[in-house]
C-alpha cells in the first residue's frame, strides 16, 4: 500500500487527458470524415474509458482488498462522472447545443458541475494507473514527484487562488460574443472550448475536495471560495438573463429556423447558469462550513453543550393572542378593488391572494400555537424537548415545511406569471407615454392621441405600450392587472383585458414628484361596436365652430399661451408640453383625476390651477372676466 | 492581594480616559464610550424620524387633508425613510455591536478605536449636514430611493438631492468602517478558548453583519457617488438620452438595499438568540443550524435585490427566479423561529420586559414574514407593489423584526451600561402600549394597499373606501409615539431611580456580564478563559486562571438545585484548549508596558489560541479631524466651493497619514511584546499583527468591491462587446505591464526580507514604486490624449470614471509604498515584524490585479 501513499502524492490531470481523447486530433482529417468520426469519438473513447476504469478499479480491489485503494464511493463517482460526460458531449444535447443557447449552456454546466467534480472524486487516472505492472506504475509516479518539474507546476496550478482564476477567467472569456462566436462556428475552437472548461472545472473542484494528498485548503476558507464562485456566477448569470439584447448573433440567426426566440432563450440560459450552479456551490458551501464547524467543536476538549433539566417554575396562565385584527380585516378584503376583478389577470391574481392569505393565516396560527405552547404548557414530557425531539423539530418545521408550502406556490405564481404575458393577434395596442402628472394616450392604428382617460374594447386584449417623457411612473389599473412601470427610454408591454363594460380606475404607483397622488386615469370599457364607433369618430378632425361666440373662444384660445403647451386638432394650437385638449369636454376629469369636469372646476382650473393641483405644470391664467367666459365656452363644445 | 489592586490601579489609569472637558468631547475612543454615543444618537434620529412620521399621519387621517402641502409631505416621508434606515436602526446596532461585541468575546475595546470614533464623527457630522437641509429649505424630495431621474439635475435642480447625497454618503462611509472593524474584532480578539463554534451567537450575528455592510455600503457608496458625479460634474450615467439607464440606478441602489434589511434584521435575530436563552436558561438549540441559517440569510441577502424591481419590466422568467430565491430566506428564517420555540420548550420563562419584546417580535415579525412571501410572487407583487400593503409589510417587518427587538436590547442590556435596572411595570406597559399600538397603525395599512391606495400620496380622495382605515391608523401611530415615549422615560428615570443591578441580573451566560456593571474601563481584567458556549453556566467557571490571580467566579448558579449540569465526557481533554505556557506569557505581555500602553489579547480566527498582543491606542484628536477633514470635502461638494475641497482633502490625508505612522510608544511596545510572547524569536510572525493584516484585508476587499460595481455598471451601460470605437490600447498596455513588473519586484523584495535579506529591498522597492509612479503617468497621458470627454455619454462617463478610480488606487497605493520604504531606510522595521509593508504590499498586489481587470474590460474586450 505504500505505492498508493505515492500516488496519492502525484496529482494527475486526468480530465484534460480525457477530453483529448474524446475530441482527439480532428484538424488533420479530411474534412467530410470530420463530423462522421467526431459524432462517433466521444462514445467510443468513453466506453473504452469506462472499461479501463473498471478494470483497474477490479485489479485495485483485487490487490488491495475490496472498496481500498478506491473506496467503493469515489469508484461510483466516477462511472457517474464518466456517464454524465458521454450525456453531455453526445446525445441530444450536442445536437441542440448549436441551435439553442440555453442548450448549449446546459451542456457546459453538466460538463463543469457534474463530470468534472465526479470526475474528479473517482480519480480515474489512479485506476488506470492499477491496470500498469508495479514497474511502470512507479516510473509513472516518479513523473509526478514533489520535487518534479510536473509535480511543482500542479502544486502551483492546484494553489486556491491560481486554480480559482483559472477556472473563472476562463468561464468569463469564454462567454465573450467574439470567444462563443467563434467556438460556434469553427469545430476545433469547440473543442479546445469543452476541453478548457472540464479542465478548469477539474481543476477548481479538485482544489475544493483534494482527493488525494494533503489538504491545503482551509475548511473555513472552502465555504468562502464556494460562496464567491456562486457570487461571481450569478453576475455572470444576471448579466447574460437581463440583457436587453442577445450577446451572441449566431442564435439570432439560428432563432428563424428554430421559431425560438434568441432573447428567450437567452434568458433561459442565463438562468440555467445562475441558479442551478449557485444553488449547487451554496448547499455544498452550507455543509462545507457545518462540517468545519463540528470539526471545530470536535476538536476542542470540553463539549459546549450541556444537558439540562427544565427548571419547575410555578404555573403561568396560558394565553392566546386574539386576532381580533384579522376578523376586521376580512371586512375591508371585501371591498378591495385588488381582490374585485374585473377582468382575468387581476382574477388570477386574487385567487393566488386569497389561497396564499389561507396558508399564511394557517401557518402563523401553527407558529403562535406552538410558541406559547412551548411557552405555558404546564407539563412538558420528555425533559422539556419538543416533540420529535429538537433536531427534527426545526428541521421539519423551518425547512420542510415551508419547502412543501412554497414549491407549489412557486409554480403557481410562475404559471400565472407566464400566463399574463400572451401575445395575441387579436389584441388592440394603445400606447400610454407618463407626464408629470398626466398620462398621453395614443392609439397608432388610426393616429388618435388622447389624455388621462383609455377606451379599451370589453372582452378582447390590449397591448399597452408604455414608455415615459419624464421621470419612471407606474401604471396601476388594480381591477384589471398589476403594475407595470414607464421608464424613460425603454417601452414596456402591458396586458389588460376588461371582462365586462364599465369605468376603471388607474393611477400612478410609482413616485413620480410633487403631484404623484393626483395623478390618476380612467379606462372605459365599452362594447366593441361602441369602440369602433368612438375610434373613428376621433379620426376625423373637428369642423370649424359656427357659433359666433364659440369662434370668439377660439381666438381667446388660440391668441393666449395656451397654445404654447396644448393641440388642438384643426387648429394652430400643437403644443406638446400638456394634454391634448381636441376632445376635452368629452372627458370626466380635470387634472389627471384631480377634479370632475365641469364648467366651474373648469374655469378654477384655467384660472389657477395650482390652487387645485398645487406644483402642476400649468402656470396661472390672467384673463378677463369675458373672455374666460367665451374660452370655457369654446372647450365645453370640444366634443 | 496589594499586587492585584495595584495592576488594577494601572490599568484604571491606562485606560480611564481623559479628565479635561474638551477632550472628554472630542478625544475619547473606547468603544463603550463610542458604542454609547452611536446608540443615544441613533435614538435622537429615531425620535426625530417617528415625529416627522407622526406629521404625515396627521395629514392622511382625514380625505384631502391641507395640513400639510404636497412638497412638505414628500420631504416628510424622504427624510423619515432615510432617517430610520440610515441614521437610525443602522448606526443603532453598530453602537450596539461597538459596545457589546467586545464585552461578549472577553475583548478590551474594537479593533481599531480610531476607526470607531472616526465612524462616529461622520456619522454624526452626515447626520447634521442631512438635517441642515430644512435650515436652507433645500430638503431632500425625491423618497429614500431616490429613483433616477427624479433625483437627477433636471427634475430635481437645485441641492435637496446632493444634501441627500452627500449626508448619506458620509453615514455609508461610517458602516464600511464599522462594518470591517466588528468582523476584525470579532475573528481576531475573543476570549482565549473561544473558538468560533463558542461565539456568542450575537457576535455571528453582527460578524454576518458586518461582512454585509462592508459590502453593501460600498456599493451604495458607488451609486451615490455616480448619481453625485451625474448631478455635479455633468456626467451621465442614468440619462437614456445620453446611453444611460434609469434601472441601473435602481439596480445599485437595491443590491444594497436589499442586504440593507438582513443588516438590519440578522443583528435582531442575533438579540433574540441571546434573550431567548437567558430566559430559558437553557443553551440556544441546533446552535449550528442557526449559525448556518444566519449565513444563508446574509449570503442569499445578496441575490434577492431584483423582487424590489419585479414591476420594471424585466424578463418575467428572470423575475420569477428571484421569487424563488425570496423563498430561501423563509427556510432560513423559519429555522431560526422553531430553534428558539425549541429552545423555549417547557422551560416556562420568566416573562420579563425583554422576553415580552422577543415574542412580541415573533408575533409580528411572522405576519411580516408571510406577507413577505406573498410579494415575493411575481403576480402578486405587480398588484402590492407600491401600495400600502408593502409599506405595511415593511413596518412589519422593520419595526416588528428590528425595533422590537432592538427595545429589548436595550432593556435587556441596560443594567449592563448604566449598572442600573430598568423598571419592569414601566417596561411592561410601554411593551403593551406599543405592540397593541403598532398592530392598530400598520394592520389597516395591508387593507388600505388591497383597496388600491399607492404608497407616498400625499392626499386621497373621500369616498373611496380609505378614510376609516387612515383614521384607524392615525389613531395607533400617536398611541405607538405615546409608547416610546414611555420607553424613553423608563430609561431616563432608571439612570437614576433604578435598582442597582448586579453582576449578572439576568444570569445569562455570555461573557459580557462576567464584570461589574457598569463595566471597568479596561472591560476585563485579565483574559477570561472559556471553555464553554455559556461560560458563565458553567458551575465553577472562573474568571482568569492566568498567574493565580484568580477572581472572576461567579457564585451564583441558575435556580440551584433545579439546574443539573453534566460536564460532557472529558476525552481529548487538553487538546485544542488554550496552551497554559502561552497564556501565561501572553498576560505578561499585556502587563509589560509601561502607563499607558493599552494592550489586548489576539487569538486565532477558528480554535482561540492565544496568537499575540495587540496595542490599542489610546485618546487622540485624530479621528475627529479627519472626519471634520472629510466632512469639509462633503460640505464643498455640497457647496460647489473648490478651494474648501481641498482644504478638507488636505486634512483628512494629513491626519490619515499621522495616525498610520507608527508611534514611538507603539514600536516599543509591539517589539516588547513581542520579546515576550516569543522569548526566542522562532514565530516569524506573531500573532498581533494579524489585526492589522485582517484590517489590510477588509480595505482590499472594500476597494475591490468598488472596482467591480464600476465595472459591472460600466459593462450594464456598455454591454458586453463594448463601445463601438475601442479605445486606443498601446500607452496603457505599456502602463499596466509596468505595474505587473512592479508587483513582482515587490513580491521578490518581500520576500525576501521574510528570509531576512534587506539587501535588495530598497532597490526593488523604490523600483516597483518608480513604476507605479510611471502607470499614473502614462496613464493619465493616455486619458488626456483621447478624443472624448466624460460628459459625451454614458460609455465615456463609465469609462472615465473606472479610469479615475484606478488612478485613485494606484496613488494610495504608492503613497503606501512611499511608507514602507521610509520605515525601513529609516529602520522602523528592524526588531519588529515587517508588518506595515506586508499590509502595503497586499494591498499593491491587489491595486495591481484591479487595473489589470480594468485594462482588460475597457481596453482589450472592445478589441475582440
Not at chain 1, 460556434?184 to 479542465?199: A, I, M, N, Y
Not at chain 2, 433616477?148 to 458602516?175: M, N, Y
Request: aromatic share 12%.
Amino acid at each position: 500500500m505504500t505505492s498508493a501513499q505515492q500516488l496519492l502524492e502525484a496529482s494527475p490531470l486526468q480530465t484534460a487527458t480525457l477530453d483529448s481523447l474524446l475530441h482527439g486530433v480532428p484538424g488533420g482529417l479530411p474534412p467530410e470524415l470530420l463530423p462522421g468520426l467526431l459524432s462517433a469519438l466521444p462514445m467510443v473513447a468513453l466506453s473504452l474509458l469506462g472499461v479501463l476504469y473498471i478494470l483497474g478499479v477490479a485489479r485495485a480491489w483485487r490487490k488491495a482488498g475490496w472498496g481500498r485503494g478506491i473506496s467503493v464511493g469515489r469508484a461510483s463517482a466516477g462511472l457517474l462522472g464518466l456517464m454524465a460526460l458521454g450525456a453531455a458531449l453526445s446525445g441530444p444535447l450536442e445536437a441542440l447545443a448549436v441551435l439553442l443557447f440555453s442548450a448549449h449552456m446546459a451542456q457546459h454546466l453538466l460538463l463543469s458541475l457534474v463530470a468534472a467534480p465526479l470526475l474528479v472524486l473517482g480519480v480515474p487516472l489512479l485506476a488506470l494507473l492499477w491496470l500498469l505492472p508495479p514497474r511502470f506504475r512507479r516510473t509513472a509516479v516518479k513523473g509526478w514527484r514533489r520535487s518534479g518539474p510536473i509535480g511543482r507546476g500542479w502544486r502551483l496550478v492546484i494553489h486556491p487562488v491560481a486554480a480559482w482564476l483559472i477556472f473563472v477567467v476562463i468561464l468569463w472569456a469564454w462567454h465573450l460574443p467574439a470567444a462563443y462566436g467563434a467556438a460556434l462556428t469553427s469545430e476545433l475552437v469547440h473543442v479546445l472550448e469543452h476541453l478548457s472548461l472540464l479542465g478548469s472545472a477539474g481543476l477548481f473542484w479538485w482544489m475544493l475536495f483534494q482527493p488525494l494528498g494533503r489538504r491545503r485548503l482551509n475548511r473555513f476558507l472552502a465555504p468562502v471560495v464556494l460562496f464567491v464562485t456562486a457570487l461571481q456566477g450569478g453576475v455572470l448569470g444576471a448579466m447574460i438573463t437581463l440583457a436587453p439584447e442577445p450577446w451572441y448573433g449566431h442564435y439570432e440567426r439560428v432563432a428563424r429556423a428554430t421559431g425560438i426566440s434568441a432573447l428567450a432563450d437567452q434568458q433561459l440560459a442565463g438562468l440555467l447558469m445562475w441558479v442551478p450552479p449557485g444553488a449547487l456551490y451554496l448547499g455544498l458551501a452550507c455543509w462545507m462550513l457545518y462540517r468545519a464547524l463540528a470539526g471545530v467543536d470536535a476538536a476542542m476538549s470540553t463539549p459546549n453543550h450541556q444537558r439540562m433539566a427544565p427548571a419547575g417554575t410555578p404555573y403561568l396562565n396560558s394565553l392566546v393572542m386574539a386576532s381580533a385584527l384579522a376578523i376586521a380585516a376580512t371586512g375591508g378584503f371585501a371591498n378591495a378593488q385588488v381582490l374585485r376583478p374585473a377582468g382575468p389577470a387581476a382574477q388570477g391574481v386574487s385567487e393566488l391572494f386569497w389561497v396564499m392569505l389561507i396558508i399564511a393565516a394557517i401557518v402563523c396560527v401553527l407558529v403562535y400555537a406552538l410558541l406559547f405552547t412551548a411557552i405555558f404548557r404546564r407539563r412538558i414530557p420528555n425533559g422539556g424537548e419538543p416533540p420529535l425531539g429538537t433536531g427534527p423539530f426545526v428541521v421539519l418545521g423551518g425547512i420542510v415545511l415551508p419547502i412543501v408550502i412554497l414549491v407549489p406556490l412557486l409554480f403557481w405564481s410562475l404559471a400565472l406569471t407566464a400566463g399574463m404575458v400572451r401575445p395575441t393577434e387579436d389584441a388592440v395596442t394603445i400606447e400610454v407615454i407618463g407626464h408629470q402628472w398626466w398620462w398621453e394616450v395614443r392609439y397608432p392604428e388610426v393616429g388618435v392621441t388622447d389624455a388621462n382617460e383609455i377606451h379599451i374594447p370589453a372582452g378582447r386584449p390590449v397591448r399597452l405600450q408604455l414608455t415615459s417623457d419624464d421621470v419612471i411612473h407606474s401604471f396601476w389599473a388594480p381591477g384589471l392587472q398589476g403594475k407595470m412601470d414607464l421608464v424613460p427610454g425603454t417601452v414596456n408591454t402591458l396586458w389588460i383585458e376588461a371582462d365586462e363594460t364599465g369605468i376603471h380606475s388607474a393611477k400612478c404607483a410609482e413616485f413620480c414628484g410633487t403631484q404623484h397622488a393626483n395623478m390618476r386615469l380612467l379606462i372605459v370599457s365599452e362594447p366593441q361596436e361602441s369602440f369602433d364607433e368612438w375610434l373613428q369618430s376621433r379620426t376625423v378632425p373637428p369642423q370649424p365652430p359656427l357659433d359666433p361666440l364659440i369662434r370668439e373662444g377660439q381666438q381667446v384660445f388660440l391668441g393666449s399661451a395656451c397654445v404654447y403647451c396644448h393641440t388642438i386638432e384643426g387648429t394652430n394650437a400643437s403644443g406638446r408640453l400638456g394634454p391634448d385638449l381636441t376632445h376635452l369636454a368629452t372627458r370626466m376629469t380635470l387634472g389627471a383625476g384631480t377634479v370632475a369636469n365641469n364648467r366651474g372646476n373648469l374655469g378654477g382650473w384655467i384660472v389657477n390651477s395650482q390652487a387645485i393641483k398645487p406644483g402642476n405644470r400649468m402656470p396661472p391664467m390672467y384673463l378677463e372676466s369675458e373672455d374666460l367666459q367665451v374660452l370655457l365656452a369654446y372647450l365645453e363644445s370640444l366634443e | 492581594m496589594t499586587s492585584r489592586s495595584r495592576a488594577v490601579e494601572l490599568l484604571h489609569r491606562t485606560w480611564s480616559g481623559p479628565t479635561n472637558p474638551f477632550a472628554r468631547v472630542f478625544m475619547p475612543v473606547n468603544n463603550k464610550i463610542v458604542g454609547v454615543r452611536f446608540m443615544v444618537t441613533a435614538f435622537i434620529f429615531f425620535v426625530i424620524g417617528g415625529v416627522l412620521a407622526l406629521l404625515m399621519r396627521t395629514q392622511l387621517a382625514v380625505p384631502e387633508n391641507d395640513f400639510l402641502d404636497p412638497e412638505l409631505y414628500n420631504q416628510l416621508f424622504t427624510m423619515h425613510g432615510s432617517t430610520m434606515m440610515f441614521l437610525f436602526v443602522v448606526p443603532f446596532i453598530e453602537g450596539l455591536g461597538i459596545y457589546f461585541v467586545p464585552a461578549m468575546i472577553g475583548a478590551r475595546d474594537m479593533a481599531y478605536p480610531r476607526l470607531t470614533a472616526f465612524g462616529y464623527w461622520i456619522y454624526l457630522f452626515g447626520g447634521l449636514l442631512f438635517y441642515s437641509s430644512f435650515f436652507v429649505g433645500q430638503v431632500p424630495d425625491t423618497g429614500w430611493f431616490a429613483y433616477t431621474p427624479l433625483s437627477g439635475k433636471e427634475f430635481s435642480p437645485g441641492i435637496a438631492q446632493d444634501f441627500w447625497l452627500i449626508g448619506l454618503s458620509l453615514t455609508e462611509l461610517s458602516g464600511i468602517g464599522a462594518g470591517a472593524e466588528l468582523v476584525v474584532t470579532a475573528l481576531k480578539l475573543r476570549a482565549p478558548g473561544m473558538s468560533i463554534t463558542r461565539m456568542p451567537i450575537f457576535v455571528w450575528s453582527m460578524l454576518v453583519t458586518g461582512f454585509a455592510m462592508t459590502f453593501a455600503f460600498t456599493v451604495l457608496f458607488v451609486a451615490t457617488l455616480l448619481l453625485e458625479l451625474e448631478r455635479t460634474f455633468g456626467m451621465t450615467f442614468f440619462n437614456p438620452e445620453s446611453g444611460g439607464s434609469p434601472i441601473l440606478w435602481q439596480h445599485l441602489f437595491w443590491i444594497f438595499g436589499h442586504p440593507e434589511v438582513y443588516i438590519m434584521f440578522i443583528p435582531a435575530t442575533g438579540i433574540v438568540s441571546t434573550i431567548v436563552p437567558t430566559f430559558a436558561r437553557r443553551p440556544l438549540a441546533l446552535y449550528r443550524l442557526v449559525i448556518l441559517a444566519l449565513l444563508v440569510t446574509g449570503f442569499v441577502s445578496f441575490g434577492l435585490w431584483v423582487h424590489h424591481m419585479f414591476t420594471t419590466g424585466l424578463p418575467e422568467l428572470a423575475a420569477s427566479f428571484f421569487t424563488a430565491t425570496s423563498f430561501m430566506i423563509a427556510l432560513a428564517t423559519g429555522t431560526q423561529i422553531f430553534a428558539w420555540i425549541a429552545t423555549l420548550w417547557g422551560t416556562r420563562p420568566r416573562l420579563t420586559v425583554p422576553m415580552l419584546y422577543v415574542l412580541g417580535f415573533v408575533v409580528i415579525f411572522m405576519l411580516g414574514g408571510v406577507t413577505g412571501v406573498m410579494i415575493a410572487s411575481v403576480p402578486f407583487d405587480w398588484q402590492a407593489h407600491d401600495s400600502f400593503f408593502i409599506v405595511a409589510h415593511f413596518h412589519y417587518v422593520l419595526v416588528g423584526g428590528v425595533v422590537l427587538p432592538l427595545l429589548g436590547a436595550i432593556h435587556y442590556w441596560m443594567p449592563k451600561i448604566s449598572g442600573r435596572m430598568m423598571n419592569e411595570t414601566l417596561g411592561k406597559i410601554a411593551f403593551w402600549i406599543v405592540f397593541v399600538s403598532f398592530n392598530v397603525a400598520f394592520f389597516p395599512m395591508h387593507i388600505m394597499g388591497l383597496l388600491a391606495m399607492p404608497r407616498r400620496i400625499y392626499t386621497y380622495q373621500e369616498g373611496t373606501g380609505l378614510d376609516g382605515y387612515n383614521l384607524l391608523s392615525t389613531i395607533g401611530s400617536y398611541a405607538l409615539g405615546v409608547g416610546v415615549l414611555l420607553f424613553v422615560i423608563d430609561v431616563v428615570l432608571s439612570l437614576r431611580f433604578g435598582a442597582p443591578a448586579g453582576r449578572n441580573p439576568w444570569q445569562a451566560g455570555t461573557l459580557e456580564w462576567a464584570g461589574s456593571s457598569p463595566p471597568p474601563s479596561f472591560s476585563v481584567e485579565t483574559p477570561l478563559i472559556v471553555r464553554h458556549r455559556e461560560p458563565l453556566w458553567i458551575d465553577g467557571w472562573t474568571g482568569g486562571t492566568i498567574d493565580g490571580r484568580t477572581d472572576g467566579r461567579t457564585d451564583w448558579r441558575a435556580d440551584g438545585q433545579d439546574v443539573e449540569w453534566s460536564e460532557g465526557p472529558q476525552e481529548g481533554q487538553g487538546r485544542r484548549e488554550p496552551d497554559e505556557e502561552q497564556l501565561v506569557n501572553a498576560a505578561r505581555a499585556l502587563d509589560a508596558g509601561p502607563e499607558g500602553w493599552r494592550a489586548g489579547l489576539v487569538t486565532s480566527s477558528f480554535g482561540g489560541e492565544p496568537r499575540g498582543v495587540h496595542f490599542y491606542p489610546g485618546p487622540t484628536l485624530q479621528p475627529f479631524i479627519a472626519a471634520l477633514g472629510v466632512s469639509l470635502v462633503a460640505l464643498a461638494l455640497l457647496l460647489k466651493i473648490g478651494w474648501l475641497g481641498i482644504a478638507g482633502l488636505v486634512i483628512a490625508a494629513v491626519t490619515f497619514g499621522m495616525w498610520l505612522w507608527p508611534t514611538a510608544n507603539e514600536r516599543d511596545f509591539v517589539w516588547r511584546s513581542n520579546r515576550l510572547l516569543d522569548p526566542n524569536g522562532k514565530d516569524p510572525s506573531p500573532g498581533g499583527a494579524e489585526v492589522g493584516a485582517f484590517g489590510a484585508a477588509m480595505f482590499c476587499v472594500v476597494v475591490s468591491t468598488i472596482l467591480v460595481v464600476l465595472l459591472f455598471s460600466y459593462l450594464y451601460l456598455v454591454g458586453p462587446a463594448g463601445p463601438p470605437q475601442a479605445p486606443s490600447w498601446l500607452l496603457p498596455a505599456v502602463a499596466a505591464s509596468g505595474l505587473v513588473i512592479g508587483a513582482i519586484l515587490t513580491a521578490l523584495a518581500v520576500g525576501r526580507l521574510r528570509r531576512g535579506d534587506s539587501g535588495l529591498f530598497v532597490p526593488f522597492l523604490s523600483l516597483s514604486l518608480l513604476l507605479g509612479l510611471a502607470f499614473l503617468a502614462v496613464q493619465g497621458y493616455s486619458l488626456l490624449q483621447l478624443d472624448f470627454s466624460p460628459t459625451l455619454n454614458a460609455y465615456a462617463s463609465a469609462f472615465y470614471t473606472v479610469n479615475g478610480f484606478v488612478l485613485l488606487i494606484v496613488t494610495i497605493g504608492v503613497a503606501l509604498l512611499v511608507a514602507a520604504l521610509l520605515r525601513h531606510v529609516r529602520g522602523l522595521l528592524e526588531g519588529a515584524l515587517p508588518t506595515p509593508l506586508l499590509n502595503a504590499a497586499l494591498y499593491w498586489y491587489t491595486v495591481v490585479a484591479l487595473a489589470v481587470l480594468s485594462f482588460v474590460v475597457l481596453y482589450l474586450v472592445p478589441l475582440l
